[in-house]
């Protein structure tokens, strides 16, 4: 059966993301993210959403998930964080604490922004960003207060985005996991 695993960082929102994915009749699970590597790889998901969370030391065995699982991923704030500092980015304090509705400057209409650019309004809640993108990365994505607000792997499908898809303050949010539902099933 057609799944994709939602990886609980601790973070707010992270049921929130499940309940989109229902509501779009995406089928999926949301786990903890210390869920053993093997036990991910028996449930044979299309797809992985990296949940937010509060901080880097609580994400569990999500690095193990993006360096050896070969499968579309989807980092979604703490989880874009993770995905940079796996292949070599680096993750820092944001120049000022951002809890509020901002413009996307979608650069590249990839997958993900397939139909939403160029510009987006978006839901931000983060203290730390993404601050040196990884090499084999290209940014999709950036704002007045990120200039790494999405990211794309050169070659395989794996996907960051620093904003919050999966509230109502992004308007068109529903519309990334549609576009992400796409990419697992291609």
Known sequence: MFMILIINNHGQYNHRIHRTLRYLQIPSELVPNTTPLDE????????????????????????EYIQKLEIPILGICLGHQLIAKAYGGEVATAEAESYAQIELEILDEDDIFR??????????????EV???????????????????????????????QFHPEVHHTREGHRVFENFYDVCRS
């Open 131 to 161: 601050k040196k993108l990884p090499d084999e990365f290209d940014v999709l994505a950036t704002s007045s207060i990120c200039e790494v607000e999405a990211m794309k792997h050169h070659d395989k499908p794996v996907y960051g985005i």
């Open 115 to 128: 139909g939403l650019g160029p510009r987006m309004s978006v839901w931000a809640s983060h203290k730390d």
């Open 40 to 63: 991910i790889i028996s449930r044979d998901p299309e797809g992985l959403i990296l949940g937010g969370g509060p901080s880097l030391e609580r994400s569990g065995n999500c690095v």
